[in-house]
């Protein structure tokens, strides 16, 4: 194997959202004693102010405070940064002009699964208002030529209640159930055939659910960017 390097999770957005990342970092990466995996940094920084308020409501800067966990990353020796939070790659441009350690962007990840795994599927975006507000997966399956629909404003609504009301409120699934399933099943009626699950805490509420329909999990095909990034290989299915 090559060098190894190692990985720093810029995270705290939320705390569930970074154990998820790194769990999966440690299930995908192919190993057989714990020092063939790969060393990872985490800054799980819960005092980032919300990404969303910020790009939609005026609200506090979160770039200082995800500066400040960025700088112990660098500190620690981190060889690549990533982001457990779809929503904070709006600031991402801002970020990396601070350092010159490469961030791996979730966005570009799952673009490029979504045109892999499901070749002229057209993706259903689930996400937070400001993400779809930023259009951040929008340019990214644009710039992937992968067909796209977004949801309606009551279908973000549900989605927003599933986010903060239901994952980020420690909430079980019985909480967001319904809202969840609804724009699911109202998005396939509009023609979307696969789910992109862009927002870091809908990985673990599709899973909390048992939906059933195809999905992509941004977490995920960030995780194995990572891995490889490290020279670290994917561990096959």
């Keep these: 194997m090559c060098e190894k ?13 970074t154990a998820d990342l790194f769990q999966k970092i440690t299930l995908l990466t192919e190993a057989e004693t714990d020092r063939d995996h790969i060393r990872v940094y985490i ?9 969303t308020a910020a790009i939609l409501s005026n609200g506090p800067d979160p770039v200082p405070e995800m500066a400040s966990a960025l700088r112990n990353l660098e500190a620690c020796g981190a060889d690549c940064v990533i982001m457990p939070c779809n929503t904070a790659h709006y600031f991402l441009p801002r970020l990396q002009a601070m350092t010159e350690i490469p961030f791996l962007s979730i966005l570009t990840a799952a673009a490029e699964a979504c045109k892999a795994q499901f070749p002229g599927k057209t993706v259903g975006i689930l996400a937070t208002k400001g993400t779809l507000s930023a259009q951040l997966y929008q340019n ?11 949801p309606e404003t009551e279908e973000q609504d549900a989605l927003m209640r599933v986010i903060y009301d239901g994952v980020k409120a420690g909430k079980g ?8 399933l ?12 696969v789910f992109l699950l862009g927002c870091t805490e ?14 992509v999990d941004p977490t995920a095909e960030l995780a ?3 891995i490889r990034f490290c020279g670290f290989r994917v561990r096959a299915k």
């Design 5 to 17: 390097k190692t990985i720093g999770i810029l995270g705290g957005m939320g705390p569930l959202a």
């Design 43 to 51: 800054d799980s920084n819960a005092n980032i102010p919300d990404r």
């Design 140 to 150: 990214a399956l644009g710039e992937a030529g992968v067909p796209y629909l977004i």
């Design 173 to 180: 699934p019985d909480a967001y159930r319904a809202d969840l």
């Design 182 to 193: 609804t724009v699911v099943e109202h998005m396939m009626t509009r023609g979307a055939g």
């Design 202 to 215: 809908l990985p673990l509420a599709a899973e909390a659910v048992g939906l059933t329909v195809p999905v």
């Design 224 to 226: 194995k960017a990572a």
